[in-house]
């Protein structure tokens, strides 16, 4: 006989790292997660399997074959299948109370809204593009954006409202320019500029072949990934989302910080004045593992 769903019995082993009224304002809080893919899809797993009850998911593409050696909801059977549909059909399997609901490329129509009803988002997508419209109207709505850095290590950072958005702290080339009006310039310097933030602030390099990094970097293959980074990251988020909503400290700020696994340590952002001296050596080492 199959056994009925019982929200409590769910959560039960939830309390004593929540309380029962903490795991009450989970049941009734919204996230958005806008990437459902690698750190997207993670962040949702641990947000439903903790008892969130409601979910905004968003993202343009299906699963693909690739996509499976680090996307959590990505399977055999969920190849091919838009990903924000296949994750909300999965998520019924895990807690078929929770309510989902699910959008398309069309997200970006819905925006201001889908943000007002959100206490928290959460940003999974690699396109600039839209991690500026997050942003700006995350800013303008007063809502707090959970990101993470393009880097080979497990990384987190929290903007809140009155915080400087990436954009403007990693000084891309972006600001006053409509997020669907960049051109192929702006995206390579904010993409260089992040990648400059992750190389001066962690030991990322060490641990990457940086003969395909400077591929990447120079647009020749796509963006290496590895299931324990993605995942880590994506479990990162989802303890913010949840400090977030249960309004405690966050663990991280608006620069953030990086997990390096292979040393037990946590990396955060240097001194400005020596990362200033720093900047030009490290944007010349970008320049030669890109080949030009």
Same mark, same amino acid.
């Given at each position: 006989?199959?056994?009925?769903?019982?929200?409590?019995?769910?959560?039960?082993?939830?309390?004593?790292?929540?309380?029962?009224?903490?795991?009450?304002?989970?049941?009734?809080?919204?996230?958005?997660?806008?990437?459902?893919?690698?750190?997207?899809?993670?962040?949702?797993?641990?947000?439903?399997?903790?008892?969130?009850?409601?979910?905004?998911?968003?993202?343009?593409?299906?699963?693909?074959?690739?996509?499976?050696? =680090?996307?959590?909801? @990505?399977?055999?059977? !969920? $190849?091919?299948?838009?990903?924000?549909?296949?994750?909300?059909? %999965?998520?019924? #399997?895990?807690?078929?109370?929770?309510?989902?609901?699910?959008?398309?490329?069309?997200?970006?129509?819905?925006?201001?809204?889908?943000?007002?009803?959100?206490?928290?988002?959460?940003?999974?997508?690699?396109?600039?593009?839209?991690?500026?419209?997050?942003? =700006?109207?995350?800013? @303008?709505?007063?809502? !707090? $954006?959970?990101?993470?850095?393009?880097?080979?290590?497990?990384? %987190?950072?929290? #903007?809140?409202?009155?915080?400087?958005?990436?954009?403007?702290?990693?000084?891309?080339?972006?600001?006053?320019?409509?997020?669907?009006?960049?051109?192929?310039?702006?995206?390579?310097?904010?993409?260089?500029?992040?990648?400059?933030?992750?190389?001066?602030?962690?030991?990322?390099?060490?641990?990457?072949?940086?003969?395909?990094?400077?591929?990447?970097?120079?647009?020749?293959?796509?963006?290496?990934?590895?299931?324990?980074?993605?995942?880590?990251?994506?479990?990162?988020?989802?303890?913010?989302?949840?400090?977030?909503?249960?309004?405690?400290?966050?663990?991280?700020?608006?620069?953030?910080?990086?997990?390096?696994?292979?040393?037990?340590?946590?990396?955060?952002?240097?001194?400005?004045?020596?990362?200033?001296?720093?900047?030009?050596?490290?944007?010349?080492?970008?320049?030669?593992?890109?080949?030009?």
């Amino acid at each position: 006989m199959t056994k009925k769903f019982d929200y409590n019995e769910f959560t039960n082993r939830n309390i004593g790292f929540v309380t029962h009224e903490e795991q009450e304002a989970l049941k009734n809080a919204t996230v958005f997660v806008c990437g459902n893919g690698g750190m997207g899809g993670a962040c949702v797993m641990g947000l439903v399997r903790a008892g969130i009850g409601n979910l905004i998911l968003a993202d343009l593409d299906g699963f693909e074959v690739s996509n499976m050696n =680090r996307q959590l909801f @990505a399977y055999m059977h !969920t $190849v091919d299948k838009h990903k924000s549909d296949a994750t909300k059909e %999965i998520c019924l #399997t895990i807690n078929p109370e929770i309510n989902i609901t699910v959008h398309h490329a069309n997200w970006t129509d819905h925006v201001e809204e889908i943000i007002e009803k959100s206490d928290i988002v959460v940003n999974g997508t690699d396109d600039l593009g839209a991690s500026l419209l997050l942003y =700006r109207i995350a800013k @303008a709505k007063g809502k !707090t $954006v959970i990101d993470a850095y393009a880097s080979p290590l497990p990384s %987190i950072y929290v #903007t809140k409202a009155g915080d400087l958005m990436p954009e403007e702290r990693m000084e891309y080339p972006t600001l006053g320019t409509e997020w669907n009006a960049l051109n192929d310039d702006q995206r390579s310097e904010a993409f260089l500029r992040e990648a400059e933030h992750v190389i001066l602030h962690s030991s990322s390099r060490k641990y990457i072949d940086l003969d395909l990094a400077g591929e990447v970097a120079a647009g020749k293959r796509s963006r290496m990934s590895f299931a324990p980074m993605v995942i880590s990251t994506g479990m990162l988020m989802t303890y913010e989302a949840v400090a977030g909503i249960l309004k405690k400290p966050h663990g991280a700020d608006y620069q953030g910080w990086f997990f390096n696994p292979y040393e037990g340590e946590i990396e955060k952002p240097r001194n400005p004045v020596f990362a200033a001296m720093l900047r030009p050596i490290v944007r010349r080492f970008l320049t030669k593992i890109m080949g030009e």
